[in-house]
Nanobody, 118 residues
Framework: QVQLVESGGGLVQAGGSLRLSCTAS????????MGWYRQTPGKQRELVAA????????DYADSVKGRFTISVDSAKSTVYLQMNSLEPEDTAVYYC???????????WGQGTQVTVSS
C-alpha cells in the first residue's frame, strides 16, 4: 500500500510563486520516480515535471521550462515543485505521481488546486 500526501496549492496572482510538496509513505522500498501532473476540466491529465529518485534526472513540459523546478529529497521520499512566474494558464488541479521499479502503473495523490489570477 502506498500513500501520497500533497500540500502547497492555493490562490496566487500572475507572476507569483507557489511550492508544492508530496510525500510518499507505505511500501515505497522500490520507489523509482516521482512527478507532477495537472488537469483542467474537459482536458486530459498532462505531465508537468518528473524526476527519478536515484539519479535526479528530470523531465519538464515545454510550457513550464524555465519557470518550474522539480526536486526530490530521497531520504524523506518527498518531491517538490517550485513554481515561479505563474500564469493564469497554469491554473489546474495538480496531482502527484509515484512510480516503482517493476510495477507497470503509478500511484496518484488526491490532487491540490492551483489558481492563478490575472
Amino acid at each position: 500500500q502506498v500513500q501520497l500526501v500533497e500540500s502547497g496549492g492555493g490562490l496566487v496572482q500572475a507572476g507569483g510563486s507557489l511550492r508544492l510538496s508530496c510525500t510518499a509513505s507505505g511500501n515505497i522500498f522500490s520507489l523509482d520516480a516521482m512527478g507532477w501532473y495537472r488537469q483542467t476540466p474537459g482536458k486530459q491529465r498532462e505531465l508537468v515535471a518528473a524526476i527519478t529518485t536515484r539519479s535526479s534526472s528530470t523531465d519538464y513540459a515545454d510550457s513550464v521550462k524555465g519557470r518550474f523546478t522539480i526536486s526530490v529529497d530521497s531520504a524523506k521520499s518527498t518531491v517538490y515543485l517550485q513554481m515561479n512566474s505563474l500564469e493564469p494558464e497554469d491554473t489546474a488541479v495538480y496531482y502527484c505521481n509515484a512510480r516503482f521499479m517493476g510495477v507497470p502503473y503509478g500511484y496518484w495523490g488526491q490532487g491540490t488546486q492551483v489558481t492563478v489570477s490575472s
